[in-house]
C-alpha cells in the first residue's frame, strides 16, 4: 500500500513546537490590543479574480505560485496566498470605512505553490495588519512601532535590520518606469531571462531580482527616490522624522519594491541575516491605490505580514529549541499503585481540578509500575507527585524542596493553592 503523507511544504506542528507558537501569538495579540487594532477572521478560499485585480496578474504570486481550482460550481477559486486583498475585500463588501477609520489585525494560514526550502513552504502563517482610511505617514509609522516593540518583546532587536523605501505614486512610477525600461534595454544583454520577461510586463520588479550577477547592473539602473515629487517626498520625509525620533534605527534602501503591485508610497520589510536567503521575516507598506481597483472609490491604507515560520526559526536560532520562556509542565502529576483501573487517582485529579482551576494536572493512566510512573512524571518537568498508595493513603511529594508527607486531601489543596 502507498504511504499517506502530507503534502510536499506542508507541515505539521507538533506539541514540542506548539508551546512557542503559542508564546509568541500570545504575544502578538498583546501587541495589537496594545496599539488599539481589532481581530478580523477571514475565509481561506477567495476567487482567483480578487487577488488578479489586487496583487497583480504580473507578479509570481498570482502568475506562478496560486493554489487555484475550479470547484464543483465551476467557480475559479484559490487558497488565499495573502491576506491583504481579502481584507480590503471584506472592508468594501461590509461597508466599514464609511465615515470612519479601522485598525484591523488577521492571523492565519497562506498557501503558495513555491519550491519548499527553509523558510519557505506551500502552507505558511502571518500575522497580519492593516490600517484603513488614513493616509499620513504617522500611521505607517506606527506599524513600524508596532513591529519594533514585538520583536523588543520576543528580544531579537539585535537580529533584525530595517529597510524603508517609498514607491512613490502612480504618475511618479510611470515617470521613472520610463527611464528604467531605456536602461535595461540598453543593458538588455545582461539581463538574465527572468528578467528579461519582467522587462515587457512589470520592469520594476527587475528591481527585486535576487541574481548576483544582476546586482551591478541593478545598483547603477534609475532610482525611483529620484523621481518623487513634492508630496511623496514630504510623505516619506515624515515617516524618516519619525522613526529618527523614536530612536528606530534604518536603512533606506532605494531597490526594495516588494513582489506584490498594490504598493505605493512607503514600503518597508524586516531582515534578519541569520536565516540565510530566506531573511525577510516582515514585509509592509501603503496601499493607497488598492481601493481604487475594487469599487473606484479612495481608501489609503497600509499594513504588513509577519511570516511566523520564519520568525520561529530564528527564535530558534536565538534562544535554541528549548526555552524556560515558553516551555509549559504540568503542575501536579497524579500517580498510583492501586489496582483499581485507575478509579481512585481520576476521581482525585476531578477533585483537585475542581478547586484548584489555574492549575495543569496530569493523572497517569499507563499500566506502569510505580516506579516507572514516578520517573515519567519526573521527566515532565512537574513540581508536584501526588501519589495513591496501595492503601489508598495519599502521599504528597514536593519537589521543590523533596519533602514527602502522607496528607489527607484538604491538607494537599491548601498547599497547592498557597504555592
Ligand atoms: P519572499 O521575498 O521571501 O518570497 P515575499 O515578498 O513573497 O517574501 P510577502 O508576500 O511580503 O513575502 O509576505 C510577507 C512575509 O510572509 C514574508 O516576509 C515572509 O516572512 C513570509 N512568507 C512569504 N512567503 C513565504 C513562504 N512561502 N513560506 C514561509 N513564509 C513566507
Ligand atoms: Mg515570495
Not at 49 to 76: C, N, Q
Amino acid at each position: 500500500m502507498n504511504k499517506i503523507q502530507a503534502i510536499r511544504g506542508m507541515r505539521d506542528v507538533l506539541p514540542d513546537e506548539t508551546p512557542i507558537w503559542q508564546w509568541l501569538e500570545r504575544k502578538f495579540h498583546h501587541m495589537a490590543f496594545h496599539y488599539g487594532y481589532q481581530e478580523m477572521r477571514l475565509p481561506l478560499l477567495e476567487p482567483v479574480a480578487l487577488f488578479e485585480r489586487a496583487v497583480g496578474e504580473a507578479t509570481d504570486i498570482v502568475s506562478k505560485e496560486m493554489y487555484d481550482f475550479t470547484d464543483k460550481s465551476g467557480e475559479h477559486i484559490t487558497l488565499r496566498p495573502e491576506g491583504t486583498s481579502g481584507c480590503m475585500r471584506a472592508v468594501l463588501e461590509n461597508n466599514m470605512c464609511y465615515n470612519k477609520s479601522q485598525r484591523l489585525w488577521y492571523q492565519g494560514p497562506m498557501f503558495r505553490y513555491e519550491r519548499p526550502q527553509k523558510g519557505r513552504l506551500r502552507q505558511f502563517t502571518q500575522f497580519g495588519v492593516e490600517a484603513f482610511g488614513m493616509s499620513g505617514a504617522d500611521v505607517d509609522a506606527e506599524l513600524i512601532f508596532m513591529v519594533r516593540d514585538l520583536f523588543e518583546d520576543l528580544g531579537i532587536t539585535q537580529n533584525v535590520r530595517l529597510e524603508i523605501n517609498s514607491l512613490g505614486t502612480p504618475a511618479e512610477r510611470l515617470a521613472h518606469r520610463q527611464q528604467l525600461v531605456q536602461w535595461f534595454t540598453d543593458h538588455k544583454s545582461q539581463l538574465d531571462d527572468d528578467s528579461l520577461k519582467r522587462l515587457a510586463v512589470n520592469p520594476l520588479r527587475i528591481l527585486d531580482s535576487k541574481n548576483p550577477e544582476m546586482q551591478a547592473i541593478i545598483e547603477q539602473a534609475p532610482r525611483l527616490l529620484d523621481f518623487l515629487e513634492e508630496e511623496s517626498r514630504q510623505h516619506f520625509a515624515t515617516l524618516r522624522k519619525l522613526l529618527d525620533e523614536a530612536g528606530i534605527a534604518y536603512r533606506i534602501n532605494p531597490r526594495l519594491v516588494r513582489g506584490l503591485d498594490y504598493y505605493s508610497r512607503t514600503v518597508f520589510e524586516w531582515i534578519t541575516d541569520d536565516l540565510g536567503s530566506q531573511g525577510t521575516v516582515c514585509g509592509g507598506g501603503r496601499y493607497d491605490g488598492l481601493a481604487e481597483l475594487f469599487n473606484g472609490k479612495k481608501l489609503p491604507a497600509c499594513g504588513f505580514a509577519i511570516g511566523i515560520e520564519r520568525l520561529i526559526l530564528l527564535l530558534q536560532v536565538v534562544y535554541g529549541d528549548q526555552n524556560p520562556q515558553w516551555q509549559t509542565h504540568p503542575d501536579v502529576v497524579i500517580t498510583s499503585e492501586m489496582d483499581d483501573d485507575g478509579v481512585c487517582a481520576q476521581l482525585l485529579a476531578c477533585t483537585l481540578r475542581r478547586d484548584l482551576p489555574s492549575l495543569n494536572i496530569l493523572t497517569d493512566c499507563s499500566d506502569a509500575k510505580l516506579k516507572r510512573q514516578h520517573q515519567n512524571a519526573l521527566k515532565s518537568g512537574c513540581r508536584y507527585i501526588i501519589t495513591v498508595n496501595a492503601d489508598k493513603q495519599i502521599r504528597f511529594w514536593n519537589l521543590q524542596d523533596n519533602r514527602q508527607e502522607t496528607l489527607i486531601i484538604e491538607e494537599i489543596k491548601k498547599q497547592l493553592l498557597s504555592s
